[in-house]
């Protein structure tokens, strides 16, 4: 469901006529995680300070490949979905993150009849198939669908709103983020659950060994030796309010959500647009829709993914929109994380939530041969930042690029 003040161009890039106009804030009043860096938001927070993570060979019998490496979350109890069944992976990172995320924005269980589910994820509870003994019967199909997934935190969790799915490949969950901020907008909700999640899925590891898009050694974003991207896996996820609805609750937000930018690059089905000009399209238009200037944003956490023509054009976008390439500091998320697929999004989102907050920028994972093509400023020391705005890019295949701004609540 979109605003009324939403257009879409044939382009595919979601603009608003209304750019700059004095809406009602969307804030972002709970947060929740589950993370191969630890689960929940202070454990969270205290591995990104530790700037060290290495990822590990899966525990996957049939996981016949040259490169198995992922940055896995340590083994979690399954939760019951309260009536569909014992979740899959991906539903049980998300219930985990869901529950601390609501817990977090002060909603008990009576406040929860009208929150709405907005969540994206890449491949939803698909490890059901591939972990399926071969004797035995197997999930029904619409089990392991990527839309299961809200249905889950809905049935789950007792969340009475609209719900809704996305599935953009890697930019999912900033997606699904976007549109909670439009259900708000648009009074179909007060608050909106928002994220993704996504967990192991031998598949996707297969696909990218085939296309040589691993790294065999760590994922290391604008690091002239990088090879390739390492997936990751876990959940965040973020609950968005109408600051009068928080006001009426009493509560205050971490960050508000104060504009985003949609684009397609219509270019190839996994490469990007060496010319970058959508994705800087998209990030304008964050920039426009909140009323924002280049100037007056703090932070960026880039898409950053590790492959070497991602991490190249991203960095030139950043320069095309802020100027000089290290201009603007950046944290580079996946660095700590891996790629967490249709989760990456929504993990950005809430660690710029948290930087916005704390006004602090967690130290950057050490380069050991920073790129010069891709000329990004990358703190390897914790910093202190105005935290006005920090500005999220999350892209995918088939050109599905997004750029969301947060903005300070106070």
């Known amino acids: 469901m979109f605003t009324a003040l939403d257009t879409y161009t044939r382009s595919g890039c979601r603009t608003s006529s209304?750019?700059?106009?004095?809406?009602?804030?969307?804030?972002?009043?709970?947060?929740?995680?589950t993370s191969c860096v630890g689960n929940g938001v202070d454990a969270y927070w205290a591995g990104l300070a530790r700037a060290r993570s290495v990822p590990a060979p899966v525990d996957d019998p049939r996981a016949d490949m040259d490169n198995r490496l992922l940055y896995a979350v340590p083994p979690m109890a399954a939760e019951s979905d309260s009536g569909a069944g014992t979740p899959g992976r991906t539903s049980t990172f998300a219930l985990a993150a869901a529950r601390e995320a609501l817990a977090d924005a002060g909603l008990a269980d009576a406040d929860l009849a009208e929150v709405?589910?907005?969540?994206?994820?890449?491949?939803?509870?698909?490890?059901?198939?591939?972990?399926?003994?071969?004797?035995?019967?197997?999930?029904?199909?619409?089990?392991?669908?990527?839309?299961?997934?809200g249905a889950t935190l809905a049935s789950g969790l007792g969340l009475g709103g609209p719900v809704t799915s996305v599935s953009t490949a890697c930019s999912a969950s900033a997606y699904s983020v976007s549109l909670a901020a439009d259900l708000i907008r648009d009074g179909a909700a007060d608050i909106v659950l928002a994220g993704g999640a996504d967990g192991y899925t031998?598949?996707?590891v297969a696909c990218f060994n085939r296309m040589g898009a691993l790294d065999p050694v760590v994922c290391r974003p604008f690091d002239v030796g990088r090879r390739g991207t390492i997936?990751?896996?876990?959940?965040a996820m973020l609950v968005l309010e109408s600051e009068s609805s928080a006001r009426r609750r009493g509560r205050?937000?971490?960050a508000t959500v104060a504009g985003a930018g949609w684009s397609c690059d219509g270019h190839h089905p996994t490469a990007p647009d060496r010319g970058a000009g959508q994705i800087v399209r998209a990030m304008r238009d964050a920039l426009a829709e909140a009323g924002v200037s280049p100037d007056e944003v703090d932070c960026?956490?880039?898409?950053g993914t590790g492959t070497p023509l991602n991490d190249e054009v991203e960095a030139r976008a950043l320069g095309a929109v802020f100027g000089a390439g290290d201009a603007l500091p950046a944290y580079s998320l996946k660095a700590m994380l891996g790629h967490t697929g249709g989760a990456a999004g929504a993990f950005a989102l809430l660690t710029a939530a948290l930087i916005v907050a704390r006004r602090e920028i967690p130290p950057n994972v050490p380069l050991?041969?920073?790129?010069?093509?891709?000329?990004?400023?990358?703190?390897?020391?914790?910093?202190?930042?105005?935290?006005?705005?920090?500005?999220?890019?999350?892209?995918?295949?088939?050109?599905?690029?997004?750029?969301?701004?947060?903005?300070?609540?106070?």
């Open 18 to 33: 209304a750019r700059g106009a004095q809406l009602e804030r969307i804030l972002i009043t709970g947060l929740g995680v």
């Open 116 to 149: 709405g589910v907005s969540v994206g994820t890449g491949v939803g509870d698909v490890s059901l198939f591939e972990w399926a003994p071969d004797d035995g019967p197997g999930p029904e199909g619409a089990t392991a669908f990527p839309f299961k997934v």
């Open 202 to 204: 031998r598949v996707g």
């Open 231 to 235: 997936f990751g896996e876990g959940a």
């Open 252 to 254: 205050r937000g971490y």
């Open 300 to 303: 960026v956490v880039p898409h």
């Open 368 to 410: 050991a041969d920073p790129d010069p093509g891709c000329p990004i400023r990358l703190p390897e020391v914790a910093s202190t930042t105005r935290a006005r705005h920090a500005l999220v890019n999350a892209y995918a295949f088939g050109g599905n690029n997004i750029s969301v701004l947060l903005g300070s609540a106070a």
